[in-house]
Nanobody
């Protein structure tokens, strides 16, 4: 069992930055891939970024590549999402997900555990 808690969301002006954190409990955190997804009202959950269990492999959605950076600290059981050059279209609830094993995916159904989400609002 893995329990995930996101934090760091808030209101920011366009062009600003935020760093999201996802703290995990459970002994198997370091053995699993992590990902960030987001969901805006009336839209499907969208892939943002994912990271392998070692942190050596990362992959980003087209809409955030070059602006967002995913990282993890297995000693702290935490994964981060640094978001720079934010745009109003980045406004959404951001969720972190966990799946056991070394492979990472862009489909939300591949992830076994989810946090409750944190709201990010970018004003124009």
């Amino acid at each position: 069992q893995v329990h995930l808690v996101e934090s760091g969301g808030g209101l920011v002006q366009a062009g600003g930055s935020l760093r999201l954190s996802c703290a995990a409990s459970g002994r198997i955190f370091s053995r699993g891939a992590m990902a960030w997804f987001r969901q805006a009202p009336g839209k499907e959950r969208e892939f943002v970024a994912t990271i392998s269990w070692t942190g050596a492999g990362t992959y980003y959605g087209d809409s955030v590549r070059g602006r967002f950076t995913i990282s993890r600290d297995n000693a702290k059981n935490t994964v981060y999402l640094q978001m720079n050059s934010l745009k109003p279209e980045d406004t959404a609830v951001y969720y972190c997900g966990y799946r056991s094993g070394s492979s990472y995916y862009t489909e939300p159904e591949r992830y076994d555990y989810w946090g409750q989400g944190t709201q990010v609002t970018v004003s124009s």
